[in-house]
Structure formats: C-alpha cells, structure tokens
C-alpha cells in the first residue's frame, strides 16, 4: 500500500485568540502510523492563498485536508483555486463544522473538492485514506463503508452514516509532537491567564441538550462519551514534562456533565504534584454545578469558569431551549462567586423573536450578575441547527451569498430580528460591550490582570476588535 503526504491545515484567519488545531491533532494520530502527515495552521503562520501556493511548489502532497468553519467559505474558495493551480492531482478533504452542518449543499459551494467529512473524522478519514492508497477511491461499495463521508454518486451527494466512537481512548490524544504547544504566543482562548505556556485539551464529545441555536450534537451526536481520566491524566504528564506547559484549557461544553468524573479527575489531577492552574474558557452548563463541585476543581487548580447565560429574557430561555431561568441563572453564579472562583458568562443579541425590550434586559442582566467578563455574540443561523431550520420553514431567511458567509464571524451581522436592521444589531451589540466594560470596577480588574506589555498590546486589539471591527 501506498504511503501518502498529508497535509492537514486550517485556513488563515484574522483572530486575537490563537490556539493549537488539536482536532486536526488527532486527526494526526488517526493516520500517522501509515502516511506521513504535516499540520499547517494557518492563522498561527498568517496563511494566505498565495503563500499556500508557494509552499505546494516545494512540498508534495497527495493530500490536503481542510478544517472549515462557516466563516470560511469565501477564504476556502480561494485555497482551492491556489491548490489546483499548483496541481490538479492532490485531493482535496474538507471536514470541520461547515461541512458537518452544511453537508446538503457543500459540492455546490465546492464543486472542486474531492469529498468531505460530515462529524468526527478519525476512523473515517483513515478508512478513505486507505483506499486511496490502495486505489480503490473509486469503488461504490468501498466509498459506502467509509463512516461520514460525503461524497459524489451519480451526479448525487451522498451522505454515510456518522459513528461515534464510544470509548475516546481509542482515539489516543493529539499529535503534539506535531502541534508543539509550546511554540504558540500569549493569546489563548479567553485573552487571560495565570500562567504560560498554555495548551487546550477535550476530554468528553457529544451533547444531550437542545438548544436551538447550537450545532454541537449535529458533529459529535447526543450522546456524552468521555475519555477515561488516567487517560487525560498522561497527556497532562505529556504536555507538562515535554513541553513545559504550565496551565490547562479544557475546550469542551459538557466536562461537569458527571460529578464523580470530576471529582476523580480533580484528585488525580492534585497528585500529579505539577500545581496545574487550569479553567473551562469555553463554558459548561450552569445547570450541572454544585457547591461541592465548584470547591472539588477550585481545589485541584481551577481558578475561572464560563458559562452559557445567552438572555436576560424568561421567554427567550425558553424558546432558546435553555432549559434555564433568570433566577436559576441568578442562584448559580451567585454560588460560582461565594466558591471564590472567576466567572464568566456568554450571551446572544439578536435571537430571532427578541425585541429592544429583551437586549436591553439582557444588557442588564449581564451587569446585574456581577461576572468578572462577559462575551456578547450576535446571532447566527449556522446550518442546520433547529432555530435556522425553522427561519426557513418560515421564510424569514434568505439564501446566503459568499458574502453572507463571511459575516459568520464574531462581531459581525448576517440576521436581524423582524423590526432591526443588521446594522442596528451591530450597534446593539457595541452598546452591550460598553456599558458592561466601560465601568471603572471592571476596568481595573482588567488593568490588575495585564502580565506585561505583549499582553496589554493583545488586550487592546482584542477590546478594539470587539467595538469597531467584524473578524
């Protein structure tokens, strides 16, 4: 069989928050034993369609995988024309959430890639890459086995069934050999830390709940899987004693999903010895906390927690399928704050359904809390989710041109509510910036946390990022 080049990238972006692929990291691990694999991050190299040009003229790949999210579209188009300029022979992979939400349509937008992902793609991309380099890619009932493919039948796409993999240990942990953590600078998820190096790890996939805005389950299914803790334990070892990390980022939604698994990680944690500082950046349910919980990770290292708010609205909750209340919401970030741990909380401007009344409750709410930080996202459609489904049942949503694409980015808007403009959403979503961090108390708490000049420079972009500029 064949040894094939990999090259798995993730396209260039502009972003102040920069952190090691690791999905493509265990993509690596999936298909290193029988290829030879390269990682290319392209907002860690300020990747553009050009310098992708000029590196395919030195390097050789069968080849390219490509990690989408719905901003990318429009860049994408463009990485595809700077591959098959170069070569019309490397095959071209997209997998990432785009193609996982968005899989109806994806030859249409892409008419020149070879296939795509839908989902988790390890055991699926190194079944594909085994018939490419046995060269049978071309085989009906071959292409049927690979587990969520997307692929070409006859003028058809086709869609295989996902898998999801019960036991996450067999997926091993992210080649960071090849990832090298300690290489990146100081701008990890959140903007702040207590310590460096930092690097991300996940250790449950999947989700149970509904919330209609979220695509989260349509990638890694409904249901909870959960790597073992001895598991997690070594690669913390991993990080620790070859890269020297120092701080741990625990990048998935659900990890307080099950107490007892927190609790025997947090005491596995502490025994290491290594004084691990650590905190959730991408947020957990609020609904999952518990005092004991709280004071269990606070005191194996966890300093700060995010949490998902979204509304200030009882009725928004509600048809967000938050399965939350303010005075819930109320109750557990009041019991965050008596644990002495940081919080902070997210929220969406802009849900279809909501009027100046709910944002401006949900401005309110924000400051009312008392959280140390608040992110403020205008709502997005994402493919696929329950919300968009029902915005087109409704016809309250437009097809969406290259250049609706590129505005599913963080301060920009592709959706406005019946009654707003999208320009006003912007507005709306500047006002709640402002008035949540143009207070003196929670300006000096950002001063307080400055740990020297590269970061205050990564500060001030990320603050002026967020005010004037869609990225």
Known sequence: MKRLKVLLMRPGSRSDELIPPFGLGYLTTA??????????????????????????????YDIIGIQIFTFHVVAAKEYIKAIKKVSRKIKIIFGGPHPSCGFANIYQLFPDID????????????????????GRAEEKEQLMTVP?????????????????????????????????????????????????????????RGCPFS????????????????????????????????????????????????????????????????????TCPNGVRLDSLSEEMLMTMK???????????????????????KNLTKDV?????????????EISGFFIIGYPGETVKDIMDTIDFSIELGLKRAGFSLFKPFPGTEITRNLIERGELKEMSDEDWGRFVLADAIYAPRGFTVEQMKKLRRKALMRFYFRPVIAW???????????????????????????
């Open 299 to 321: 005191d194996a290292g966890l300093y700060s927690i995010s949490v998902g708010i979204e509304s200030g609205s009882d009725r928004i909750l509600k048809e967000m399928k």
């Open 445 to 471: 708490k950002f001063l307080r946390e400055i740990r020297n000049f590269k970061h205050l420079k990564l500060v001030i972009h990320r603050i002026y990022s967020w005010l004037f500029k869609a990225r």
């Open 148 to 204: 969520g493919l997307i692929w070409r039948m006859d003028g058809r796409t086709v869609v295989n069934q996902q898998i999801f993999v019960d036991d996450l240990d067999e997926l091993g942990t992210p080649s960071w050999d090849i990832l090298r953590p300690d290489t990146y600078p100081l701008a990890p998820h959140g903007g702040f830390f207590k310590n460096f190096p930092i690097a991300p790890i996940v250790i449950t």
């Open 31 to 60: 298909i290193r034993k029988k290829h030879d694999v390269e990682v290319l991050d392209g907002i860690k190299e300020q990747l553009t369609p050009e310098k992708l040009e000029e590196i395919l003229k030195t390097k050789k």
């Open 329 to 341: 919401i109320r109750e557990k970030v009041a019991l965050i704050k008596k644990c002495g741990l």
């Open 211 to 278: 919330c209609t805005y979220c695509a989260g389950n349509l990638i890694s299914g409904k249901k909870i899987r959960f790597r073992s803790v001895d598991n997690v334990i070594e690669e913390i070892k991993l990080l620790h004693n070859e890269y020297g990390i120092k701080e741990i980022h625990i990048e998935d939604d659900n990890f307080t999903f099950s107490p007892d698994f927190v609790k025997d990680f947090c005491r596995k944690l502490k025994a290491t010895g290594f004084n691990m500082t650590w």
């Open 115 to 134: 296939w795509a992902f839908r989902g988790e793609a390890e055991v699926g991309l190194a079944r594909l890459l085994d018939l490419i380099a046995e």
